[in-house]
């Protein structure tokens, strides 16, 4: 009682959404979660908060039980996990990127603790996944995670050593070269040097796209026409293909999307993410030297019951049912395209499409072309940053 006498705001709070959950408004409850959060940092924590924060964590509101999210690395053990289970399956994404940062920070500064029970390492995620969905989801979950853990691994070094194979031979023969000749030839020269810095590129490359893909998906959404967007992400294919010295002018490019058509996104990640699909498909025309053949893309969009239908199609060579389902796997770094990807495109773009609670479809037939289908919702949900 010494506690609730101390905090009679939160006290009298409790009691009053405990009658009511509605007797507060959602703004001043957002507030609450702030004072709890200040009260469970107290040397001693008045008894009523924590009650407080779990009734919280069960609000009508996604933005308080986001802010409840973000205020979970003060809480001890169990009442850390008994609030985190309770929402490890809320479905809104803002508020599950918010406990995703909470559970981050709380294995990087390790949890405030007076005892040794207290000290222990907070749960996994899949530990709180079998609280929720039961030891037999959480253990398949983790298999899956391991596995593709592996092959992202695995395909990555495979990767890396075709990328840095070459360069160990050029560097040989231009030792050689130098041992050799005196003066060396000034034309081999460049040219091994010129081959060595090619594939250094390309590891420059390989290395900012893994980095791009384990960065979190921006909160920070904002209107943006679609037409606008996607004539961003044609000038950044335009200008990669004119750094690496290639002319796409024979693919021809369509576009047809409204003018007036308005999505809410975070602008850089889906010009990326357009971009990537966009020169996935020039790709499709590209023969073994680069160079492009001619061939045809068009990029349509449409609404529908409140979701923008946007579509990617190329009349390209298509692709072998074997070859469509390993690339429906979107796993990063597998690529059939030895000179000019890094096998992150696709899954890049994907995850950004899905991070704006959109959906990314990939399908494909030999001799008939390939087409990317992407969704993304016109507004955003309840709860989402502004």
């Given at each position: 009682?010494?506690?609730?006498?101390?905090?009679?705001?939160l006290a009298?709070?409790l009691?009053?959404?405990?009658?009511?959950?509605?007797?507060?408004?959602?703004?001043a409850?957002?507030?609450?979660?702030?004072?709890?959060?200040?009260?469970?940092d107290?040397?001693?924590p008045?008894?009523?908060?924590?009650?407080?924060?779990?009734?919280?964590a069960?609000?009508?509101?996604?933005e308080?039980?986001?802010a409840?999210?973000?205020?979970?690395p003060?809480?001890?053990?169990?009442?850390f996990?008994?609030?985190?289970?309770?929402l490890?399956?809320?479905?809104?994404?803002?508020v599950q990127?918010a406990?995703?940062?909470?559970?981050?920070?709380r294995?990087?500064?390790?949890?405030p603790?007076e005892s040794?029970?207290?000290?222990?390492?907070p749960?996994?995620?899949f530990?709180?996944?079998?609280r929720?969905?039961?030891?037999?989801?959480?253990?398949?979950?983790?298999?899956?995670?391991?596995?593709?853990?592996?092959?992202?691994?695995?395909?990555?070094?495979?990767?890396?050593r075709?990328?840095?194979?070459?360069?160990?031979?050029?560097?040989?023969a231009?030792?050689?070269?130098?041992?050799?000749?005196?003066?060396?030839?000034p034309?081999?020269v460049?040219?091994l040097t010129?081959?060595?810095?090619d594939?250094?590129?390309?590891?420059?490359?390989l290395?900012?796209?893994?980095?791009?893909?384990?960065q979190?998906?921006?909160?920070?959404?904002r209107?943006?026409?679609?037409?606008?967007?996607?004539?961003?992400a044609?000038?950044?294919v335009?200008?990669?293909?004119?750094?690496?010295?290639?002319?796409?002018e024979a693919?021809?490019?369509?576009i047809?999307l409204?003018?007036?058509?308005?999505?809410?996104?975070?602008?850089?990640q889906?010009?990326?993410?357009?971009?990537?699909?966009?020169?996935n498909?020039?790709?499709?025309?590209?023969?073994d030297a680069?160079?492009?053949?001619?061939?045809?893309?068009?990029v349509?969009?449409a609404?529908?019951?409140?979701?923008v239908?946007?579509?990617?199609?190329?009349n390209?060579p298509?692709l072998a049912?074997?070859?469509l389902?390993?690339?429906?796997?979107?796993?990063?770094g597998?690529?059939?395209k030895k000179n000019?990807?890094?096998?992150?495109?696709?899954?890049?773009?994907?995850r950004?499409?899905?991070g704006?609670?959109?959906?990314?479809a990939i399908?494909?037939?030999?001799?008939?072309?390939?087409?990317?289908?992407?969704?993304?919702?016109?507004?955003?949900?309840?709860?989402?940053?502004?």
């Open positions: 009682m010494r506690a609730a006498r101390e905090h009679p705001e009298d709070a009691a009053r959404l405990r009658a009511d959950p509605g007797a507060i408004p959602w703004p409850r957002r507030e609450l979660v702030t004072l709890v959060r200040d009260a469970l107290a040397p001693t008045p008894a009523v908060a924590v009650p407080l924060l779990q009734l919280l069960e609000d009508a509101k996604a308080v039980r986001q409840v999210a973000m205020a979970l003060v809480l001890r053990e169990p009442d996990s008994r609030i985190a289970s309770k490890a399956d809320d479905c809104n994404a803002f990127n406990l995703q940062r909470s559970l981050d920070r294995r990087r500064n390790g949890e603790a040794a029970q207290a000290a222990a390492p749960p996994t995620e530990a709180l996944m079998e929720v969905h039961g030891r037999r989801a959480a253990r398949h979950a983790e298999e899956i995670c391991t596995r593709f853990a592996q092959v992202w691994a695995g395909t990555t070094v495979h990767n890396l075709g990328l840095l194979t070459p360069v160990k031979v050029h560097a040989k231009l030792q050689q070269l130098v041992l050799r000749s005196a003066p060396p030839d034309r081999a460049s040219e010129g081959k060595i810095m594939r250094m590129g390309l590891v420059e490359r290395l900012d796209d893994m980095r791009t893909f384990a979190p998906v921006s909160t920070a959404l209107r943006e026409r679609l037409a606008d967007v996607v004539r961003e044609c000038a950044a335009a200008d990669g293909f004119r750094e690496q010295q290639r002319s796409p693919v021809e490019l369509a047809d409204p003018e007036d058509l308005t999505v809410e996104v975070a602008r850089h889906i010009v990326v993410a357009l971009a990537n699909v966009l020169k498909a020039y790709e499709a025309f590209a023969d680069g160079a492009f053949r001619q061939g045809q893309i068009n349509s969009a609404v529908d019951a409140g979701v239908h946007l579509q990617v199609r190329d390209g298509g049912p074997e070859d389902r390993e690339l429906q796997e979107f796993v990063p597998r690529t059939t000019h990807g890094t096998g992150y495109g696709l899954p890049i773009a994907r950004y499409v899905r704006h609670r959109g959906t990314f399908d494909s037939r030999l001799g008939s072309g390939t087409v990317v289908s992407i969704t993304l919702p016109l507004e955003r949900e309840e709860g989402e940053e502004a």
